[in-house]
């Protein structure tokens, strides 16, 4: 059953029941309490429609409702129009509407900053309508169903229509996965980050604000080593001003760039970039407003990145140091089952390209390694440099030999990354293997230079994009298939964190395995290619790696 829902004030909605076409089956009905409505018709197993699940959702889980499946309007319509080369144009169900209807489209509502340590708040307040809503002259309700049949025929339209459902689908179930993990949220000890931060910083400053004791003495070293009593070593123009008196011109203070300068200001320099990163990222004050109650609340942003992989609204969920993940420890009584696919992108484009040499070489795990067996003469990482050189757009150097030797041995795979550069090189689009498509180019002056760079981009992107998809059909199979006590509390590009129970532990790896297998078959049908995952049981995210 196909219900849309729409907020209207106070807590009440509307709601109307579809047919999967997006015909109106019932009239139109109001409802006081829509969370509780929702509530209590979900366990019919409804699929519900709205206009934006990241605007919704939090409400209903604030309130102590799940729902099961969701279609939302703005995702959908984000794929369908970069679909037609018109990446990144009004996607909200008014912007749809207006332009069906020949009216002016209006921009995309800018969204709330997001919220740190705050309280969830009352019903009322979390269905509140976002700053600069875009208005139209139709019914909110009235604008998302007719929204809604479109969408479900332009995505009929489409010539590989399954693969589209698919991508939506998997879509979907991400928007609502993204909410679900940053109102659970990441569990994390204040005790063992405060053991980190004072192995690594120091003692904390009793000045709010000031930088801990251990940069303030590497700040005094490097302003002793270069002369400079006055030196901001976290400016990096500052820092290049530095070794320009030193008669080192530097073209940035990236780490590569530093350690190939003879200077006894890099050690130094490197250690004060590492620490301040993890400072200001993930340190004292970033903790109190990103942790509370024991648990990391970061806000997801689905499909943030082009290619499909999410990013955050601030909280660097998405980033967190080594170090720093020895602060990620499970409840007492319960563990981490952390999976994580390992050379996730070479095997989907052994799998996309249909190359059955390179599909065998990944069977036994360590696809690498096996490379470097058949074609390398045993030599690992000239097999990796070849295969993430096809990938990425790696022409010259020590690369060279290497893509000869894999462009001989693996032609198919080859050919497949060739023919999306040169895609994108001539300016044109190129999709992932589900349908997602890459952003046209921009407007400026056409140049060779510009066409390799762009010719790399889409290389990578089918790639790339299609991993995303790989693994967000995966979370989405592992949402349904977790014992009933199990959380997924994190989600970064091919790895996975459920948090439960101890002894639920092997029966949630077990599950996580099944469901590697199952977004393979459905991705990519009888492949040869396996996507083996491997799955670690701790009690800190730190060992498990």
Excluded at 86 to 92: M, Q, T, V
Excluded at 466 to 483: D, F, G, I, Q
Excluded at 497 to 508: K, L
């Amino acid at each position: 059953m196909l219900v849309a829902a729409v907020v209207t004030d106070g807590g009440r909605g509307r709601l109307r029941v579809l047919r999967e076409d997006g015909r109106p089956e019932q009239p139109a009905e109001a409802v006081d309490d829509l969370v509780a409505e929702i509530g209590r018709r979900d366990g019919e197993g409804v699929r519900w429609l709205w206009g934006s699940t990241a605007e919704v959702y939090p409400a209903l889980l604030a309130n102590g409702r799940r729902v099961g499946r969701c279609h939302d309007a703005e995702l959908t319509e984000a794929l369908l129009l970069g679909y037609d080369g018109r990446w990144g144009e009004p996607r909200s169900v008014a912007a749809s509407w207006a332009r069906r209807h020949g009216r002016p489209v209006p921009p995309d509502p800018v969204p709330d900053a997001p919220v740190g340590a705050g309280g969830a708040g009352d019903q009322v307040a979390l269905f509140e309508t976002p700053k600069q809503a875009p208005m139209i002259d139709a019914d909110p309700l009235d604008a998302l169903v007719e929204t809604y049949a479109a969408q479900h025929a332009a995505i009929a339209a489409r010539p590989e229509p399954g693969r589209f459902r698919l991508l939506v689908a998997a879509e979907n179930a991400g928007a609502l996965i993204a909410a679900e993990m940053g109102h659970v949220g990441l569990p994390w000890s204040g005790r063992a980050h405060d053991d980190v931060l004072r192995e690594l910083l120091g003692d904390p400053p009793s000045i709010a604000g000031a930088p801990p004791s251990r940069l303030v003495e590497l700040t005094t070293t490097l302003r002793e080593l270069f002369h400079d009593p006055r030196l901001h070593p976290e400016s990096p123009a500052e820092v290049l001003r530095a070794f320009s008196r030193a008669g080192i011109v530097l073209p940035s203070t990236r780490a590569w760039v530093l350690k190939s300068v003879d200077h006894p200001a890099v050690a130094p320099l490197l250690e004060f970039k590492e620490l301040y990163r993890i400072w200001t990222a993930h340190g004292w004050s970033w903790r109190a407003t990103w942790v509370r109650d024991g648990r990391f609340h970061p806000e997801y942003v689905p499909a943030g990145v082009v290619s499909g992989r999410w990013a955050t609204r601030g909280g660097g969920a998405l980033q967190i140091p080594k170090a720093v993940r020895r602060a990620v420890v499970a409840d007492p009584g319960w563990a981490f089952v952390v999976a994580d696919a390992g050379q996730l992108e070479p095997r989907v484009l052994a799998a996309m390209a249909g190359d059955n040499g390179l599909a065998r070489a990944g069977a036994g795990g360590d696809l690498y390694a096996a490379l470097a067996a058949e074609a390398f003469a045993t030599d690992r990482a000239q097999a990796k440099l070849a295969l993430l050189g096809a990938m990425y757009g790696q022409t010259g150097g020590n690369a060279v030999p290497a893509l000869a030797a894999l462009r001989q041995r693996f032609p198919v795979a080859w050919d497949y990354v060739e023919r999306a550069a040169r895609a994108g090189e001539a300016g044109g689009l190129v999709r992932s293997w589900l349908g997602r498509t890459c952003p046209p180019p921009g407007p400026e002056e056409r140049t060779p230079a510009r066409e390799r760079a762009r010719g790399r981009f889409t290389r990578n992107f089918v790639i790339q994009a299609t991993a995303a998809e790989w693994a967000l059909t995966l979370l989405a199979l592992v949402r349904t298939a977790l014992p009933a006590d199990a959380e997924l509390v994190f989600f970064q590009h091919d790895e996975v964190i459920v948090h439960c129970p101890r002894e639920h532990a092997a029966a949630t790896a077990d599950a996580l395995r099944e469901a590697a297998e199952r977004a393979s078959r459905l991705l990519f049908g009888a492949t040869p290619v396996r996507f083996p995952l491997g799955v670690a049981i701790v009690d800190c995210y730190a060992d498990a790696k």
